[in-house]
C-alpha cells in the first residue's frame, strides 16, 4: 500500500546535503536522488512507514509505504527534515551574521537532519554509547533487520526499529551487552506509557524533558541533551555541553579567551531563534571553509 504527499521545504533546502550529512546512524557516502526513511509512527509508535523522499524545487515528494495515516507520515518527515521551520528567516540571519552568511553560502540548503522521533534517538543512545560509531550502526541495523518492519525503497531495502510491544520482548541482540536489554526495555516501556511523544517534551521545555529523560537507565545529561535537541524539532536550543561547536565558534570569530557557560549562552543570543540550526551549521560546515574565508570583523 503506498500513497503520496508533497511537503513545502520552507525556504532555502538540500535534500542531498542532509542525506550526506552523516548524522546517528545515517551513513551513505553517495546520493541517487532518493532519501529513504523507515520509522515508528508519532501518534502509533506500533505501526511503521516507510518513504521516499524527492526533492522537486522548493518541494519534497514523498511516498509512503504502509497502513499508517499518509498525513501524520507527512508532519514527521516535516519535522526529521527541519521543513517545519521558516528557512527563509534562517537564511536571513546569515545576511546579518557574516560568519553563518558564510558557512550558508559554502554549505547552501544544509538544515539539521533529526532522528526520526525520541524513541528512534533513545535506541540509537543505548546500542551506540560507549562504542565506535560504525559498530553503533551494525547494531542498530542488526536489531531492526531481527524484530522491526522492513520496507522496499526505491530498490533499497530500508528496516525500521522494532515498535515498543517488539522491543519490550527482546531478550538479546548479537554483540550487544546484555546489561543494554534492560535499557531497551525502559525505553520501549516509556514509549508505551506515552512519556516520549514528541508533544510532551516540547512542552515540558528543554531543561525539564532532558531531566525527565534522565530517570531511564543509561540515559545521562549527553544523551538526554541529544534526543531534546536532535529528536523533538526545536530550533532554538543551545547546546552548551557540546565542547566540538563550542571550539570552533572560538575559532570562526575569532574568541581568544575560553568562555564560560553563561559567557556563551551570551554571545548565543546573536543567533535567536535559530540557536539549534546555527550550532550544527557551525560545526558541520565549518571543514568547507577556505583560510580567511570570514570577515576578521566577525566576532
Known sequence: MTATRSISTNGPFSLEELALFGFGYRSETSFDGVMRLAFG??????????????????????VIHGGADPDAVARQVARILSCDHDGDDFAALGRRDPVIGALQAVAPG???????????????????????????IRLRDRLGAEHGASFELAGRRVTAMPPPSRLGQVERVDGLPAD??????????????????????????????????????GIGPFYSSLVVIRACGLADVLPIGEARSRATVHELYRIEAPMTDDAYTAFAERW???????????????????????????G
Do not use: M
Open 41 to 62: 509512527v508519532d501518534d502509533d509508535l506500533e505501526t511503521a512507514a516507510g518513504v521516499e523522499v524527492r526533492q522537486r524545487g522548493d518541494h519534497l515528494d514523498l
Open 110 to 136: 544544509l538544515r539539521p537532519p533529526l532522528f526520526h522521533s525520541p524513541y528512534d534517538a533513545l535506541i540509537w543512545s543505548v546500542v551506540s554509547a560507549r562504542r565506535p560509531r560504525s559498530q553503533g
Open 180 to 217: 543494554r536489554i534492560p535499557r531497551l526495555r525502559a525505553v520501549a516501556d516509556a514509549a508505551a506509557r506515552g512519556d516520549l511523544d514528541v508533544g510532551r517534551l516540547v512542552a515540558l521545555g528543554p531543561g525539564a524533558a532532558q531531566a525527565d529523560l534522565q530517570r531511564l537507565p
Open 272 to 298: 535567536r531563534p535559530w540557536r539549534t540550526w546555527a550550532t550544527v551549521l557551525i560545526r558541520a560546515a565549518s571543514p568547507r571553509l577556505a583560510a580567511g574565508a570570514v570577515p576578521a570583523t566577525a
